[in-house]
């Protein structure tokens, strides 16, 4: 049963790109953040879309933490589910991402149009200049930017070792740092085709300020609090 809950996931995920191509065509013509809000509709669809095929639900802790103003969310990173499905319960975002997704077809189109930082990681000395200039440009268009700070996803139950731009763009800015754990990976794993059914639990953390820290302290910081959940057990 979980082969064919999840091929029929996978099957009206892709065709739900279609309309959302155009929807995205006729966002460009307002303000980023208003543009935000009318992509996350396809996050949010494709969040249902999960519930029903898969029986994979989410539960979210902790939404009073976030602040007023734009800020950076270091977000874990094991599934596919926090690319899509933090779109639905966070502000109006702008994600760091690699630039190659900006190539496939139709839905490359549709992600350029929400506005993303995206990053060549093989040059990375100039993929962090990229990140705290652009990121900068993102909270002057009143948006939040999200992190993830592994980089790539990492098997559910060893968090992979965490970067520094979030923590570097943060200071930069003068922004706090909100940590998000979540254990999607135990149900949506990137070792595997297959989706569990089951319950994901998300915390939102805290803001974490960036007075009088380096870049090193954050990003541990950023990590200590994430892996102290218990969200890999």
């Keep these: 049963m979980i082969y064919i809950r999840s091929i029929l996931f996978y099957l009206g995920e892709a065709l739900s790109t279609i309309p959302f191509f155009i929807v995205s065509l006729f966002a460009l013509m307002f303000k980023p953040t208003t543009r935000s809000r009318m992509i996350a509709g396809w996050a949010k669809f494709v969040t249902w879309w999960l519930r029903v095929t898969c029986g994979l ?5 902790g939404m009073g933490n976030i602040p007023q103003t734009p800020c950076v969310f270091a ?3 094991s599934s596919t589910w926090e690319t899509i499905t933090t779109q639905t319960f966070l502000p109006p975002l702008a994600w760091v991402l690699k630039k190659e997704l900006l190539s496939i077809p139709v839905f ?5 149009a929400t506005g993303p930082i995206a990053i060549d990681r093989s040059d990375s000395k100039n993929a962090l200049d990229q990140v705290i200039d652009q990121g900068i440009e993102k909270f002057e268009e009143n948006r939040y930017v999200l992190i993830f700070p592994e980089g790539t996803r990492a098997p559910w139950g060893s968090p992979g070792n965490y970067k520094k731009g979030a923590a570097k763009l943060a200071i930069a800015a003068n922004r706090p740092i909100v940590p998000v754990a979540h254990n999607a990976g135990k149900y949506w794993s990137k070792d595997s085709f297959w989706i569990k059914s089951g319950k994901i639990r998300c915390i939102i953390g805290e803001p974490i300020s960036v007075e009088g820290k380096t870049d090193t302290e954050l990003t541990r910081e950023i990590r200590e609090w994430i892996v102290s959940q218990g969200l890999y057990d």
């Design 57 to 61: 639900s989410h539960e979210t802790e």
């Design 75 to 77: 977000c874990a990173h």
């Design 108 to 112: 490359g189109l549709g992600l350029r």
